[in-house]
């Protein structure tokens, strides 16, 4: 089985632009989770969709959206980009039928990674 | 606030000791909590899994405790190899599924 797969895998932008990155999940992954990882903060969380739907959201400004095909393929799109916004933007999907306290996430299943930079 | 802790100093080992790494938390109730490793420039990939209701779990040279009285999870590695050198993630799953910073853990022959 093919793997989780990001496009592009690196970007370089200046501030105030838009940027859209793409994630296609594992054949029959239906979560699709998004991640920022940078050496300061870690890896955070941003949103998980689930059949199409954001099933859970993470701490991040409404810069930060994203949307799921009913193929489960994903993207990410940040908007007016900030210099504090360059980071290695990871994907991740699984398998997980339930989410939230039930533990629904499962397995994450990472792809390599898209890496941002902002100038 | 939440937090969840992992010794941010690298794990310096020699081949074949047994590596412990911690991942510390505070104000989670997890139901589960994952380990994942990650090499330079790629994603995280997983390890293990052990849920709230669970003590210890193991696969080959693995091995994860949990103890939610503490908060507190150990990850170890049995006949350590250079090659598990890397960075080692615990998660900790509730609403979301938060990481820690990580420990980067170093063997050498």
């Known amino acids: 089985k093919a793997g989780v797969t990001q496009t592009p895998r690196y970007l370089i932008k200046t501030r105030g632009q838009q940027v859209t990155l793409s994630c296609s999940p594992i054949s029959g992954h239906r979560s699709v989770s998004w991640y920022q990882q940078t050496p300061g903060q870690g890896l955070q969380f941003l949103f998980e969709?689930?059949?199409?739907?954001?099933?859970n959201k993470g701490n991040f400004p409404g810069r930060f959206s994203g949307r799921q095909f009913s193929n489960s393929r994903s993207e990410m799109n940040v908007s007016t980009l900030e210099l504090g916004d360059s980071a290695l933007y990871l994907c991740a999907s699984s398998l997980a039928q339930t989410g939230g306290t039930s533990g629904g996430f499962g397995t994450q299943y990472f792809g390599p990674g898209t890496r941002l930079t902002v100038l | 606030s939440q937090k969840i802790e992992q010794n941010s100093e690298a794990l310096n080992i020699q081949e074949g000791k047994t590596a412990t790494l911690t991942c510390n938390y505070t104000?989670?109730?997890?139901?589960?909590l994952q380990w994942y490793r990650q090499d330079p420039g790629r994603g995280p990939v997983f390890l293990l899994l052990i849920r709230e209701n669970e003590k210890e779990k193991r696969k080959e040279r693995l091995k994860v405790t949990f103890d939610t009285t503490l908060k507190q999870s150990l990850f170890h590695i049995t006949a350590s190899q250079p090659a598990d050198s890397a960075t080692y993630l615990c998660a900790l799953a509730d609403s979301t599924l938060t990481f820690g910073k990580g420990t980067m853990l170093l063997v050498s022959p």
């Open positions: 969709y689930f059949s199409e739907t954001q099933r």
């Open positions: 104000n989670y109730s997890p139901a589960y």
